[in-house]
């Protein structure tokens, strides 16, 4: 169980640095650009101490987009957390599992589970909740930004979570560790890139978080794929996606006063019903 607690914290610090940072005022793509900078390495290292293992072209090309859409979804992330609040943004990218879901039933003739429809089903009262909670008392058209930016999460996250989909199905495991470093050093070069072309002034307190945002980001995954080694699935998911959003939630209050109305608390209640559901399918 220590191994799910691990996976909570690691990406609810995830959350909580995002908000930090933007409390600070601090670039969101210094940020990123630290947190792939980290990643990359760590991925590196573990083609440099793993052996037989190689790489094709359409590993290259496919990591070196995916890693474009990773730095868009995360950059998502970070300006829901801002705009939206840390509540609903968790939450939307918690909900993020149901693309993998809808596509895998369209292109791989997948059959829902009736929990999965349940889910569905939760999921569509979810965004709707979503909606009334960020158009209540804010200025016309404001809400309407929130909103595209939780459903860009939902979508980034979702088409990302399938891509990890797409290629176990598709190329053998001896190019994962090369798959997995072209997206973050792809994701680093964009970042870098857009940060020289933008001018943006790099200030050592954004770039530090950076780096330390990395480390979270990487280990949240080695965590999961432990706690699912030693526990089945249907256990793992809900679990760790609903302790990710109420830490998250309750965090924010108490950190940053963070405060939901009626329609934000009847999303993340839809909302974590929506993934349990979907978990469970």
Same mark, same amino acid.
């Given at each position: 169980? %220590? ?15 995002? #908000? %930090? ?12 650009? $630290?947190? %792939? ?16 293992? +190689?790489?094709?072209? +359409?590993?290259?090309? !496919? ?20 705009? /939206? $609040?840390? $509540? ?49 008392? +804010? ?22 979570? !399938?891509?990890? #989909?797409?290629?176990?199905?598709? #190329? ?5 560790? !090369? ?7 792809? /994701? ?5 890139? %857009? ?9 050592? +307190? ?21 706690? @699912?080694? @030693? ?19 309750? @965090? ?6 963070? #405060? ?8 993340? /209640? ?7 559901? @979907?978990?469970?399918?």
């Amino acid at each position: 169980m %220590y191994l799910l607690l691990l996976t909570v914290l690691c990406s609810t610090s995830i959350a909580l640095i995002l #908000k %930090y940072v933007d409390t600070k005022r601090g670039e969101v793509i210094v940020l990123l650009a $630290g947190n %792939y900078l980290v990643a990359s390495i760590i991925s590196l290292m573990f083609i440099l101490f793993k052996e037989d293992v +190689h790489f094709s072209i +359409h590993t290259l090309f !496919f990591g070196l987009g995916l890693g474009l859409l990773f730095v868009a979804s995360f950059f998502a992330f970070a300006k829901a957390i801002s705009y /939206a $609040g840390t $509540g609903l943004a968790t939450t939307s990218s918690r909900l993020s599992v149901i693309i993998p879901i809808v596509f895998s039933i369209i292109i791989y003739n997948e059959s829902p589970s009736e929990f999965q429809i349940v889910g569905f089903a939760f999921t569509v009262i979810t965004f709707a909740f979503f909606y009334f909670s960020i158009s209540d008392g +804010h200025i016309s058209g404001d809400g309407f930004l929130k909103y595209i930016l939780l459903v860009a999460v939902l979508v980034g996250i979702g088409i990302n979570d !399938f891509s990890m #989909k797409v290629f176990k199905s598709w #190329k053998p495991e001896q190019e994962e560790p !090369f798959f997995v470093f072209f997206i973050f050093t792809s /994701a680093f070069f964009y970042t870098s890139i %857009y940060i020289a072309l933008k001018k943006i002034k790099i200030i050592k +307190h954004t770039a530090v978080w950076g780096l330390v945002l990395g480390v979270p980001n990487v280990f949240s995954t080695i965590f999961l794929l432990g706690a @699912l080694a @030693l526990l089945p699935a249907i256990i793992v998911y809900p679990l760790i996606n609903v302790g990710i959003i109420l830490f998250t939630t309750l @965090l924010a209050f108490i950190i940053w006063k963070e #405060k939901l109305n009626r329609w934000g608390i009847l999303a993340i /209640a839809s909302g974590l019903l929506a993934i349990v559901f @979907l978990s469970i399918g």
